[in-house]
């Protein structure tokens, strides 16, 4: 499912154990792949860190997100919707 693979991609890319707290949105843009499914989530276990396709790990609270540096538009997107507390339930 969808959720799980969620849940294994952030076990496989950040080192961490989460638990999903809701779907935030689902990004597509026209011409472009891939769709870009954002959920938020819980760290509940594991230890942050980076892997092959990421340089470096950083956590930063909602005021000091380096919004000028983030390299994608749906993570932009996604962080600004789960700011404005965009959240819908998911089952597992």
């Given amino acids: 499912t969808l959720t799980r ?3 294994r991609e952030a076990r496989e890319e950040c080192g961490l154990d ?4 809701g779907l935030v949105n689902i ?3 026209a011409g472009r792949a891939p769709v870009i499914i ?3 989530a819980t ?3 594991g230890t942050l ?5 990421c340089l470096e790990t950083a956590e930063f609270d909602a005021t000091s997100i380096p919004w000028d540096t983030l390299a994608f538009r749906s993570t932009h997107e996604g962080l600004r919707d789960y700011l404005a507390g965009l959240l819908h339930p998911v089952r597992l």
């Fill in 5 to 7: 693979a969620a849940i």
């Fill in 18 to 21: 989460v638990q999903l707290d």
């Fill in 27 to 29: 990004y597509s843009y």
């Fill in 38 to 40: 954002v959920y938020a």
């Fill in 43 to 45: 760290a509940v276990g």
């Fill in 49 to 53: 860190c980076a892997d092959e396709e």
